[in-house]
């Protein structure tokens, strides 16, 4: 018989636990339903599969980063913004490197609403800088990539050289910051 406090967010509470404890590839449904104390067929009841899972937990990452990232950008613009929109996502990413490789980069259905508020937090840093529209997208597009790029690279070890990281980020910072300023692509 199911926990009588089991739920979807419970199961998705049990699954960022998993992930949190042995990483993305331990999310089955089978140690979630350990973890929750429940046979696995019992999480059926609040998850289809886990396809469904693994896209719940995604959410739930993706608006955790949201909200982190927004209250860091919040009251700020420009440069300011970015610099600290980036210290942000940084931050996240050092603190939950598991939860954030568990985080799918492809628009799923509860994914991109999560999404969107990331892209309305840089879209609103971005008008300070009089970028709408396409120009805005190309820039959000390329501050994405070196927030991901760096995240990914840092979180998984691959800066095997001595040179301080925390040095390597404020220059990402400074370039981005740079081009953020600098004549968009033409056409």
Known sequence: MPRASLSADAVVAFALETVDEAGPAALTLSAVAGRAGVATPSLYKHVRNLAELRDLVSARIMNDLADEVGLAVLGRSGEEALRAFMTAWRAFTLRAPHRYA?????????????GERLLDIIRAALRSYGMTDSAAVHMARCLRAAVHGFAVLETDGAFGLPESLDESHALLVTMVVAGAGAPGPQG
């Open 102 to 114: 568990a985080m799918l980069q492809t628009p799923e259905p509860r994914t991109a609403e999560a």
